[in-house]
């Protein structure tokens, strides 16, 4: 399983990400995946219906230079002076070149779920003073391994075979779809928070695994491709623009995953197809949910900012054509 993981990470960030003990012997020279980079950037956001509050634009906070954070998955920090949140990605993208070395065209710049566009300004994305973006790279031949505490097989599932029809689980106040005819592989994110509640851990105990724990994150999904050219944020902002935000962008995902499905990676290992979505704990405080009755389709839920939402499993399916 080992080694698919590797294949369904390495389609999800276009890198070459090795098991550990290949990162011992033949990719001697492969750097540790960093679980929180891969989280963030990852994550799929976008803009959302007008809100009924305007949301203005960032002001200047400093009349001097300014300082961004770039992240990698290996978890390098690059730090990057600027003059004005008005210059364009695409300056950005020239200046973590003359920093590093790394050509425009092979940088993908990641902020608050939200793919950068060469022409838009940093300012078009709120980007303020100290904020981190996640650079990914097009073309990297630079192998990253998963290392044994990114993962957590305690926590493993194989819901292949499963059937939850006339079944309800809770988590949260929220129903949770489980993800039968997926196997769950669990990320490490135990103490990684400041407790673990989020994940119905630590407070008062599961009386049954249908059940619900006072405090805990309702679960969702989300997959990072694209279904019929369009993210799960774009067909999101599509069916629900009969609604209004107090938020002018958002972080997208959905509490089905046959819905996310439709957005999900596709990867071949052992020349058999797999599917590969993200399986996630949403803050319930911030969520906005746009109801399957509303859409047509399924439910979609939007969070405003990357914080309330946090992957804790990929979701691997065969496909059978």
């Not at 978890?75 to 425009?104: A, C, M, R, W």
């Not at 075979?161 to 106040?173: H, P, Q, Y």
């Not at 119905?200 to 309702?218: A, D, K, L, M, Y």
Request: glycine fraction near 6%; charge should be positive.
């Amino acid at each position: 399983m080992d080694s698919n993981i590797a294949a369904a990470l390495s389609a999800i960030t276009n890198n070459n990400i090795v098991i550990y003990d290949d990162s011992k012997h033949r990719y001697r020279r492969s750097i540790q995946l960093n679980q929180e980079a891969l989280h963030q950037s990852h994550l799929v956001g976008g803009k959302v219906p007008t809100s009924l509050r305007r949301v203005p634009s960032n002001p200047e906070p400093f009349p001097f230079r300014k300082t961004i954070f770039i992240k990698t998955l290996s978890d390098k920090t690059i730090t990057i002076t600027i003059e004005s949140f008005q210059i364009t990605v695409y300056e950005l993208k020239s200046l973590i070149h003359n920093e590093e070395g790394i050509k425009p065209a092979q940088q993908r710049l990641v902020y608050a779920g939200n793919h950068l566009l060469d022409e838009f300004k940093l300012s078009d994305y709120r980007i303020t003073y100290n904020s981190t973006l996640h650079l990914l790279l097009s073309g990297n031949h630079s192998a990253l391994f998963i290392h044994p505490n990114l993962l957590d097989p305690r926590f493993d599932f194989d819901f292949t075979n499963v059937n939850d029809d006339g079944k309800i689980f809770m988590r949260g106040s929220f129903k949770y779809k489980r993800p039968c005819g997926w196997k769950r592989i669990a990320l490490n994110v135990l103490d990684k928070y400041e407790n673990n509640l989020w994940l119905g851990i630590g407070g008062n105990r599961r009386t049954h695994s249908t059940c619900p724990v006072r405090n805990e994150w309702p679960v969702s999904y989300h997959g990072t491709a694209e279904h019929n050219f369009k993210s799960i944020a774009q067909d999101g902002y599509l069916l629900c623009k009969g609604k209004r935000f107090l938020f002018g962008r958002g972080i997208y995902s959905t509490p089905n995953i046959d819905v996310a499905s439709r957005y999900a990676t596709k990867y071949t290992f052992n020349g058999e197809q797999y599917l590969v979505v993200f399986q996630n704990r949403v803050n319930p405080n911030n969520l906005v949910r746009i109801s399957k009755k509303e859409t047509g389709i399924g439910e979609y839920w939007i969070s405003p900012d990357g914080a309330d939402l946090r992957p804790y499993g990929l979701c691997i399916k065969k496909v059978n054509y």
